[in-house]
C-alpha cells in the first residue's frame, strides 16, 4: 500500500539553526499539507500545498517556515532560524483531492531544538 | 469548521465492541463527519467519514444520528493495537478543503487484555 515517508527521523539542531524537513507524498497526490505536534498537545495544522503553491496556512506558519516541492517527488519544510519552542513532530500529509478526501500522513519527524 | 465534543478517555475490553461517541450540535448541512486515530508514536491515521448515511470499513462502522448532532464511532471487536487517540473532526465542503483538519484532544481509547 502506498505511503507518505519523511526524512529524517529525527533532527536535532541548535537554536538559530534553518532546518529542512523533507516528505515524499503517495505519487497521485496532488494536496500537501504540514502538521505539527508539540510534546503532549493537539496536532495542528500549518499549511496546504496545491499546484505549486500555498492554499492555506495557519497564524503558526510566519515568516519563519516556508514549503517547497523541489521536484515531482518531494516536499519540504523549510525553518529558517529555529526557536526553542519549534521542537515538535512534524508530520506531512497528502490527498488525492480537497473536502472528503482521505488525508494520509507520514510517520513523522521529532524535530529537537537546543 | 464546526466544533466537536468527545470524552477524554474511554476504556473497552480486548475482543469486546466499542463506542466512541462524538457530539456536534453547530454541525451544518455541508460538514462531513471525519474519524482519524492516532496510534503512540505514529501520526494520525485515517478511520472514516460520513455524512448523513451510516458507514461502514474494514476499521470500523461510522453510526450518525438523524438530526447529525451527534456520531458514534463502532469499533466491532476492540484489538490491543486499537488502543489509540481518535478524533472526531468536521470538514465544511463549502469552506474548502485546503485549510487542513482541526484535531481537538480526541478520545483516548484504553484496551484492557
Not at chain 2, 62 to 81: G, P, Q, W, Y
Amino acid at each position: 500500500e502506498p505511503e507518505v515517508t519523511q526524512t529524517p527521523s529525527h533532527q536535532v539542531t541548535q537554536m538559530g539553526q534553518e532546518v529542512i524537513l523533507r516528505c515524499v507524498p503517495i505519487s497521485n497526490h496532488l494536496y500537501f499539507y504540514w502538521y505539527r505536534q508539540i510534546l503532549g498537545q493537539k496536532v495542528e495544522f500549518l499549511v496546504s500545498f496545491y499546484n505549486n503553491e500555498i492554499s492555506e496556512k495557519s497564524e503558526i506558519f510566519d515568516d519563519q517556515f516556508s514549503v517547497e516541492r523541489p521536484d515531482g517527488s518531494n516536499f519540504t519544510l523549510k525553518i529558517r532560524s529555529t526557536k526553542l519552542e519549534d521542537s515538535a513532530m512534524y508530520f506531512c500529509a497528502s490527498s488525492e483531492k480537497l473536502y472528503t478526501d482521505t488525508q494520509y500522513f507520514g510517520p513523522g519527524t521529532r524535530l529537537t531544538v537546543l | 469548521d464546526a466544533k466537536t465534543t468527545q470524552p477524554n478517555s474511554m476504556e473497552s475490553n480486548e475482543e469486546e465492541p466499542v463506542h466512541l461517541p462524538c457530539n456536534h450540535s453547530t454541525i451544518s448541512g455541508t460538514d462531513y463527519i471525519h474519524w482519524y486515530r492516532q496510534l503512540p508514536s505514529q501520526g494520525p491515521e485515517y478511520v472514516i467519514h460520513g455524512l448523513t448515511s451510516n458507514v461502514n470499513n474494514r476499521m470500523a462502522s461510522l453510526a450518525i444520528a438523524e438530526d447529525r448532532k451527534s456520531s458514534t464511532l463502532i469499533l466491532h471487536r476492540a484489538t490491543l493495537r486499537d488502543a489509540a487517540v481518535y478524533y472526531c473532526i468536521l470538514r465544511d465542503v463549502i469552506g474548502g478543503g485546503a485549510d487542513g483538519l482541526t484535531f481537538g484532544k480526541g478520545t483516548h481509547l484504553i484496551i484492557q487484555p
